[in-house]
């Protein structure tokens, strides 16, 4: 069995309004596939899954696909919720 660890999951702009919260503390296995991680995020906040091809991801500060990648995750890391930049 895959050990958890907690992590702090940081909302920005639209998933902030969409989850009420700008951040929280979950509890994921140490080892999860970025997409995997999204879903852990998703059935806590099934509303998030009208912006999933909006948003970009970013762990420890690095943008993430959403994807097979396996992430490595250690307690207290954070993962970002952030949603696309427009401009003109």
């Known amino acids: ?3 958890r660890c ?6 920005f702009a639209k998933s902030a309004e ?3 919260v700008r951040s929280e503390t979950i509890s994921v296995p140490q080892e999860i596939k970025a997409l ?3 879903k852990e995020i998703e059935t806590r906040h099934p509303g ?3 912006v999933r091809n909006q948003v970009i ?5 690095e943008y993430v696909e959403l994807g097979d990648q396996l992430l490595l995750l250690q307690p207290g890391d954070e993962i970002a919720v ?4 427009s401009g003109g």
């Not at 907690?6 to 909302?11: A, F, N, R």
Request: hydrophobic share 55%; glycine share 4%; no cysteine.
């Open 1 to 3: 069995m895959v050990p």
């Open 6 to 11: 907690q992590v702090e999951v940081l909302y």
């Open 18 to 20: 969409i989850t009420g």
């Open 36 to 38: 995997q991680l999204w």
């Open 48 to 50: 998030l899954a009208d």
């Open 57 to 61: 991801f970013a762990v420890r500060q």
């Open 82 to 85: 952030i949603p696309p930049i």
